[in-house]
């Protein structure tokens, strides 16, 4: 499977954004995704991910502000952001995994998309 992430961009602080990450292939619904992120100088930190049973987990950080979803006619996942903040500026990254459950280990993921530039700044 091909990911394909997009939608990132500038927003100034408490904006909202949404940003998508498409796939290609056949057997999208076979595969959990997540979006990951990583600032510069750290490391790679899982945000979110929406399960093949479609059930979804956040990290703390990101509750009640960003939301994951899947629309499976189209093959795409989606990550709206609400309430951004000058700490969520980073490169967002959507993954694939066949594993089953809310996995959260990036290596756990064999397939990445290239990702998109999320900024919030004043």
């Known amino acids: 499977v091909q990911l394909q992430a997009s939608g990132g961009g500038l927003v100034q602080p408490g904006a909202s954004l949404r940003i998508s990450c498409a796939s290609s292939?056949?057997?999208?619904?076979?595969?959990?995704i997540g979006w990951f992120r990583q600032a510069p100088g750290k490391e790679r930190e899982f945000v979110a991910v929406?399960?093949?049973?479609?059930?979804?987990v956040h990290t703390d950080s990101v509750k009640g502000r960003f939301t994951i979803s899947r629309d499976s006619a189209k093959k795409t996942v989606y990550l709206q952001m609400n309430s951004l903040k000058p700490e969520d500026t980073a490169v967002y990254y959507c993954?694939?995994?066949?594993?089953?459950?809310?996995?959260?280990?990036?290596?756990?993921?064999?397939?990445w998309g290239q990702g998109t530039q999320v900024t919030v700044s004043s």
């Open positions: 929406i399960s093949r049973g479609g059930g979804a």
């Open positions: 993954a694939a995994t066949t594993d089953y459950g809310f996995i959260r280990a990036p290596g756990s993921y064999e397939y």
């Open positions: 292939g056949r057997t999208f619904s076979g595969y959990g």
